[in-house]
């Protein structure tokens, strides 16, 4: 069955540095999601792709697909504390199919 | 607009014992899902409703876990008997349409089986 893997799984960082989360799938996507999951708290979305190649910006956050649509990743430009938490990528294999999600990478900020 | 609702928020009991959960999906949401998040791991699907007809239980247990969706409204998660590896965390969601949609979740019920 289709498998969506996350790295790293965690990920400490100061206030202020970058940081990045990578998601592969076994198979091609055709569309990836991704969450956000605050300690103690439940999965909110972030955002949707669906093309090849695509790259969306969210404030200092940035989400881009792979060309092959099996990968993607999302930056993170200058971190704050509120974004600690646990990102996840969630895949979904064909239209109708379920999303599978990965094990997310858990992100800590120093202050 | 009020999100997804479920209860109880936690819940202990001992194996071989029976649970259920409940959920109330956001108005007018016609996907309707229930998952397992075990601690330290992503969500797993266990059941994913459209209205009130299943549309994927590959992954429930259906030895121990059941579910259903009376009215295409509220759902109802049962665990009968419960082992010490159903400790996880039950979520609900639910979405205008099928998992291309944004899935909203409920704030999830705890489990622990001791």
Known sequence: GQQVM???QYQHVQEGEDFTTYCNSSTTLS???WYKQRPGGHPVFLIQL???GEVKKQKRLTFQFGEAKKNSSLHITATQTTDV???FCAGQETSGSRLTFGEGTQLTVNP | ???VAQSPRYKIIEKRQSVAFWCNPISGHATLYWYQQILGQGPKLL???QNNGVVDD?????DRFSAERLKGVD???KIQPAKLEDSAVYLCASSLGGPAYEQYFGPGTRLTVT
Request: hydrophobic residues 30%; without cysteine.
């Open chain 2, 1 to 3: 607009e009020a999100g």
């Open chain 1, 6 to 8: 996350q790295i790293p």
């Open chain 2, 58 to 62: 590959s992954q429930l247990p259906k």
């Open chain 1, 50 to 52: 669906v093309k090849s």
């Open chain 1, 31 to 33: 569309n990836i999601q």
């Open chain 2, 75 to 77: 759902s109802t998660l």
């Open chain 1, 85 to 87: 938490g646990t990102y």
């Open chain 2, 47 to 49: 059941i994913q409703f």
